[in-house]
């Protein structure tokens, strides 16, 4: 398998101990696909967004910066406001997230591999689905590791 896909799963896998909320809200499922509608919310989407090389050649160093998307996604039924409950309710299972992959204990046991340092930036907004509209969340996260050019 390729490093992406293989911090993809070890993401995903982490992703899914991410306890309830403080009202009692529990992450329902953990994907990797670009599905757009779920039987139960809430969801959290995991996508690769790209990977950036940098080439040293002073260094004999390959730098790759891995990006993923993780988006949550919270039903908000008929309503086409979040009310306070439910931006609490996003701001917690956000701050899950950040806080557990923060953690470099669910990385995969590969030399190089580490958290890049601009760990995190966000978008929040509304979006209609198939089931009603759900407010989102986008999280970029990056991956890095580096490689040494072959002589």
Known sequence: ??????????????????????????????????QDAFDQYPVIRVVPSGVERNISAETNYRDYQMNFVISIYLDMGDETIPDEEVINTMCEIEDAIITRLDRDDW???????????S???TTLDTIATKNGTALYC?????????????Q
């Open 1 to 34: 398998m390729s490093m992406t896909i293989d911090v993809k799963n070890a993401m995903m896998s982490a992703l899914e101990e991410i306890p309830p909320t403080s009202n009692g809200t529990e992450i329902q499922a953990v994907v990797g696909s670009g």
């Open 107 to 117: 990385l995969p046991d590969v030399r190089g591999l580490c958290l890049a340092e």
């Open 138 to 150: 986008d999280i970029v996260y990056p991956i890095g590791y580096r490689t040494t050019i072959a």
């Open 119 to 121: 760990a995190v930036t």
